[in-house]
């Protein structure tokens, strides 16, 4: 298995743009979750989904920030619009039955820089 | 509520000596700990985890923690570092057979330099 993938691996955009992130998640993981790193925050759960359905989203930021996932091997985490202040990495997750309680697999992060 | 307090933001060990990475939890609960490293511009990966069985655990690359509950605490440790060690460690804590999958609070993490 491939892993967690997600694109782009970094993205430099201006504020006021539209950023989409994407990840495909482990096949056969039920469990998608997404997350922030900043160096003043460290690691923040922003929403996770389970069968493809949001289960939480109390982590997402404010309303700029949308998440969904269409389908099993896709989700996507959009902010609308972007400020200087949603420099961070995302970090895009998954996890299945066999994986065994709360044992997550990270993809390798999106580095966001809004200038 | 759960949380986790990893003590030393920055460690710093020669090649071949010992490692010692410090990590001290709170739950009211039965807790799941775990430790993930992350290098340079990589994903999180697990290095070990406690569910509540036994109370020393063995993960890769040599690494091992041991759940001291009257201590709160599950130290990170290592007979030996490599210089492919050095990376970020981040001590989790969750909710033992929590619903809340993925509820994962994060430590703030502890530098692991590792010197020739």
């Known amino acids: 298995d491939a892993g967690v993938i997600q694109s782009p691996r970094h993205e430099v955009t201006e504020m006021g743009q539209e950023v989409t992130l994407r990840c495909k998640p482990i096949s056969g993981h039920d469990y998608l979750f997404w997350y922030r790193q900043t160096m003043m925050r460290g690691l923040e759960l922003l929403i996770y989904?389970?069968?493809?359905?949001?289960?939480?989203d109390s982590g997402m930021p404010e309303d700029r920030f949308s998440a969904k996932m269409p389908n099993a091997s896709f989700s996507t985490l959009k902010i609308q619009p972007s400020e200087p202040r949603d420099s961070a990495v995302y970090f895009c997750?998954?996890?299945?039955?066999?994986?065994?309680?709360?044992?997550?697999?990270f993809g390798a992060g999106s580095r966001l820089t809004v200038l | 509520a759960q949380s986790v307090t990893q003590l030393d933001s920055h460690v710093s060990v020669s090649e071949g000596t010992p490692v010692l990475l410090r990590c001290n939890y709170s739950s009211s609960y039965s807790p799941s700990l775990f430790w993930y490293v992350q290098h340079p511009n990589k994903g999180l990966q697990l290095l070990l985890k406690?569910?509540?069985?036994?109370?020393l655990v063995k993960g890769i690359n040599g690494f091992e923690a041991e759940f001291k509950k009257s201590e709160t605490s599950f130290h990170l440790t290592k007979p030996s570092a490599h210089m492919s060690d050095a990376a970020e460690y981040f001590c989790v804590v969750s909710r033992y057979g929590s619903s809340n999958t993925g509820k994962l609070i994060f430590g703030q993490g502890t530098t692991l330099q590792v010197k020739p």
């Open positions: 997750a998954s996890r299945g039955y066999s994986s065994g309680a709360n044992v997550l697999t």
């Open positions: 406690y569910t509540s069985a036994a109370t």
């Open positions: 989904f389970n069968n493809n359905v949001p289960i939480d």
